[in-house]
């Protein structure tokens, strides 16, 4: 469940990986780009959902919150410390969806199969963005063929609900 299909609130999905989840303050975290289409529509307050599934354990799980964008907060800082230099590599190519004429990565040409160095990554730095998405409501679903179960699970409450 590492990696969920991310859902913003004009419908458009993509898969992200989970960097955590705040079980205290219900939160989940990811990275992206500052200058993603997703960045501008989440901004600092959207209606978000992200769908979780275990093939093994056949669950699948549904989660409605709020995200916001961070870029120059402490969160956001502590974020790009703690991913490698490959990954930050990612925030020094063109912007997400940037046309171009055959295929590319939209990283510059020196930075094409290889770990940067730090100072070679300063750039990189005002592209990266933490998605924060604050947690509502949770819908669990299991899959059984002795008959499914699901269950409503907010903050503060729960439920089991039909399948």
Known sequence: ???????????????????????????????????????????????????????EEKVQIRVRGTGRIETQTGLAEEAWSESSNF??????????????????????DWAEGIQPTDEQLVPAREHFAVLLVKVEEVDWYWLSNEGHRRALIGRDTASWITP
Do not use: Q
Request: aromatic share 8%.
């Open 87 to 108: 990954a930050r590599r990612c925030y020094l190519g063109a912007p997400p969806g940037e046309m171009r004429a055959e295929p590319s990565s939209g990283l510059p």
């Open 1 to 55: 469940m590492h990696s969920p299909v991310v859902v913003t609130h004009d419908a458009d999905a993509r898969i992200m990986i989970l960097r955590e989840f705040d079980c205290d303050d219900w939160t989940l975290r990811f990275h992206t780009d500052a200058r993603s289409p997703k960045a501008a529509v989440i901004g600092d307050g959207s209606p978000m959902a992200a769908l979780f599934y275990d093939p």
